[in-house]
């Protein structure tokens, strides 16, 4: 097994970070790869991702594992391919002392094949962790920085990639 982490903080509420990633049709205005998603995020659903163009990916068809509002969002792949390497994702946020959250992204590559996955595809895959997590947080953060009134940079704290 493989995984990838990348954590961020961001100036706003749990509830507020939470209600982004779980709002499918505001994807396409933050998210770089995403173009659209249909589907709900409630547990048990499944959905269909369409990502931009320029992507690889024809779309991905996913399974919403959990759905544990404000803290956690877990998904895994439902495609054909996944007997050879799947991916199951969640996505943490847990409260900052400073009133900010800490957002976590894991992604873990499982299966026959998630070494070789890992060796062709990591570094990308790594890096369009951390552009996401880059994005969700100026959004996140020009969203609602009125009603959070957090008195930091919107930028003050570097973003972390884990593998």
């Known amino acids: 097994m493989l995984v990838l982490k990348a954590r961020t903080k961001i100036h706003a509420s749990a509830r507020h970070v939470f209600d982004v990633i779980t709002d499918f049709e505001s994807y396409a205005e933050w998210n770089p790869w995403i173009g659209s ?4 995020a409630e547990q048990g659903s499944e959905v269909i991702i369409k990502p931009k163009a320029h992507t690889m990916v024809g779309y ?12 956690l969002l877990r998904w895994r792949e439902v495609d ?13 946020i847990y409260p900052a002392a400073d009133g900010a959250v800490i957002y976590t992204s894991r992604l873990y590559i499982m299966g026959p094949l998630a070494k070789a996955a890992g060796i062709f595809y990591r570094s990308v895959v790594q890096r369009g962790m ?28 570097p973003f972390q990639a884990i593998a």
């Not at 054909?80 to 943490?92: D, T």
């Open 37 to 40: 998603i249909e589907g709900s």
């Open 60 to 71: 991905l068809k996913l399974k919403i594992t959990e759905n544990e509002a404000p803290e």
């Open 80 to 92: 054909w391919f996944r007997f050879a390497a799947y991916v199951e994702r969640e996505r943490l």
């Open 130 to 157: 951390m552009n996401e997590a880059v994005a969700l947080k100026k959004y996140c953060e020009a969203k609602y920085s009125e009603s959070d009134s957090h008195q930091e940079s919107a930028y003050d704290t």
